[in-house]
């Protein structure tokens, strides 16, 4: 079995700020993904990349950046944290592709002030 | 039933009856993820069912596929207090591209 360990558990940031989140794991898995779950709504794609170096846009890109330096381990830029900004921040990663099952991080709390 | 933006479904039975969700996604889609999560934790998939599949069960759970409808089910028998969570399902939908799309889900909560 394997684990996905998010980076850090609770993230308060000012508004304005740019805001680093990071995500780590040890399937040996290709495909990482990076979700955002606002209270009352589903999950939201920011970023996924298919292999190390490669980025591709979700539906919910703007304002973040992201960066996959290895196969390992995937990170989420949030550029510029807006005001009462509050969501969690889900990091999946998969075998291969949109078939595959995806393993699930417990999550990033992001609250701006 | 459950899709995109909207909202979370709010759904609220006894133990030991049945409960069904439903799941409408908007094109064709190969595989329909079913997915739990349970409080501060990461969605778990319980459940994947194909397009050449039409039902498929684990334990106390059973998935349908209807592809002509677009749409998809999970069931929970007997339900248990342990199956109060969120329960989303996911398409691929956007057929060609690494990515599912996720339903709105629908917080299920189970009364002793």
């Known amino acids: 079995g394997g684990i996905i360990t998010q980076t850090p558990k609770f993230l308060i940031g000012q508004e304005g700020q740019k805001l680093t989140l990071k995500c780590q794991q040890n399937?040996?898995?290709?495909?990482m993904y990076w979700y955002r779950q606002d209270s009352g709504k589903g999950l939201r794609l920011i970023y996924y990349?298919?292999?190390?170096?490669?980025?591709q846009k979700g539906d919910l890109s703007e304002g973040y950046d992201a960066s996959r330096e290895k196969k390992s381990s995937f990170s989420l830029t949030v550029t510029s944290a807006q005001k009462n900004e509050m969501a969690v921040f889900l990091c999946?990663?998969?075998?291969?592709?949109?078939?595959?099952?995806?393993?699930f991080g417990p999550g990033t709390r992001l609250l701006v002030l | 039933s459950q899709w995109g933006e909207e909202n979370l479904q709010a759904l609220s039975i006894q133990e030991g009856e049945d409960v069904t969700m439903n799941c409408s996604y908007k094109?064709?889609?190969?595989?329909v993820h079913w997915y739990r999560q349970d409080s501060g934790r990461g969605p778990a998939l319980i459940i994947l069912?194909?397009?050449?599949?039409r039902e498929k069960r684990s334990g106390r759970l059973r998935a349908t596929l209807d592809t002509s409808s677009q749409s998809s089910s999970l069931s929970i028998t007997a339900a248990q207090c342990e199956d109060t969570a969120v329960y989303f399902c996911?398409?691929?939908?956007?057929?060609?591209?690494?990515?599912?799309?996720f339903g709105a889900g629908t917080k299920l909560t189970i009364k002793p």
């Open positions: 399937f040996n898995h290709d495909t």
């Open positions: 990349s298919i292999t190390e170096n490669d980025l």
């Open positions: 999946a990663s998969s075998i291969l592709h949109n078939q595959d099952t995806q393993y």
């Open positions: 069912i194909r397009s050449n599949e």
């Open positions: 094109t064709y889609t190969t595989v």
């Open positions: 996911a398409t691929d939908a956007d057929y060609g591209n690494e990515k599912i799309t």
